[in-house]
């Protein structure tokens, strides 16, 4: 099992939801370089298959993911930011329902499938930075691209204006996937972000 991200879509599929069957750009893109040697080793009759996650695998497991960072910017700032209108979209997968996932792909994936551990195919970032506003008692506040990158860092305001609108339609037919747990902004709303951020 070769673990990637539904985000290397984000450059290659527009306009739509990413599904199984989308490739990522070439060009030195290491997890497409590495989703290219997982489906060699299956046309050579090796078991491998592909899980792409998405950018937000959120839980109170969730430590070190994007919305501690983003929780993190935010209580530094003293506002939650999101680029321009705030209308990139990211999927969200609860870290249970992927756990299943990785399951169920083990046991079931056939060679060469890339699965798509995406619970919601795509949450709106004004929609993710207003909830961790909520949770701080912090503004949302939209910020010019241009000073994303100076405001939450190079990699990471970069990432935040990425639109990965990611389908698991055929993830779910392949497998019977039926995830069951909270969603991304019900998940924020728990609470378990701020408390651990404040440690």
Known sequence: ?????????AHSVR?????EDDAGKE???PRVASENLSLA??????????????????????HHGFIPM???????????????EGSARWPAVHTLDAARLYRLALESAPAGSR?????EEGVAFRAIAEAIGRGLKVPAKSIPIEK??????GFLGMITQLDNLT?????RELLGWKPTHPDLLADIAEGHYFASAAV
């Open 1 to 9: 099992m070769n673990t990637t991200g539904t985000m290397l879509l």
């Open 15 to 19: 306009g739509r939801a990413g599904t």
């Open 27 to 29: 060009g030195g893109n």
């Open 41 to 62: 080793f299956a046309k050579r009759g090796v078991r491998t298959s592909i899980m792409r996650l998405a950018p937000t695998v959120h839980s109170s497991l969730d």
């Open 70 to 84: 983003l929780v993190a910017a935010a209580r530094k700032n003293g506002w939650s930011a999101y680029v321009g």
């Open 115 to 119: 699965v798509h551990a995406a619970a």
């Open 148 to 153: 994303m990158e100076d405001i939450l860092g």
């Open 167 to 171: 389908s698991s339609a055929r993830t």
